[in-house]
């Protein structure tokens, strides 16, 4: 059974940085075909963060994110990563990380996605 685990977050100030982990267990990361950050805030739909396509290693980031967060696999270690930095308080979140077995070609569709983890909280203070 596939699983994914999160990691990384935490309370930051407003300009700070974190690095967000998911570690996939039960498969290897290349079995599945996209990975993606998603994120929750409190009384808000999920959004779509960052995207990255297993194979060709091709990334996707959000307009709000872009410029400032980065999304890497590395295949080998089965682990996906978010690089965050100059974060804002608007990004405070429930951070959620997704594997689907099949490539899409919208990226950014949750129903591409067949597992996720259960959320690492990202809290940004001005």
């Known amino acids: 059974q596939v699983q994914l685990v999160e990691s990384g977050g935490g309370s930051v100030q407003a300009g700070g940085s974190l690095r967000l982990t998911c570690t996939v267990s039960?498969?290897?990361?290349?079995?599945?075909?996209?990975m993606a950050w998603f994120r929750q805030a409190p009384g808000k739909e999920r959004e779509w963060v960052a995207g990255?396509?297993?194979?060709?290693?091709?990334?996707y980031l959000t307009a709000s994110v872009k410029g400032r967060f980065s999304i890497s696999l590395d295949n080998a270690q089965n682990t996906l990563s978010l690089q965050m930095t100059s974060l804002r308080p608007e990004d405070t979140a429930m951070y959620y990380c997704?594997?689907?077995?099949?490539?899409?070609?919208?990226?950014?569709?949750?129903?591409?996605?067949?597992?996720w983890g259960q959320g690492t909280q990202v809290a940004v203070s001005s």
């Open positions: 997704a594997a689907g077995r099949v490539c899409a070609v919208r990226i950014e569709r949750p129903e591409g996605f067949n597992y």
């Open positions: 039960g498969s290897t990361s290349t079995s599945n075909c996209q």
């Open positions: 990255i396509y297993a194979g060709t290693l091709k990334t």
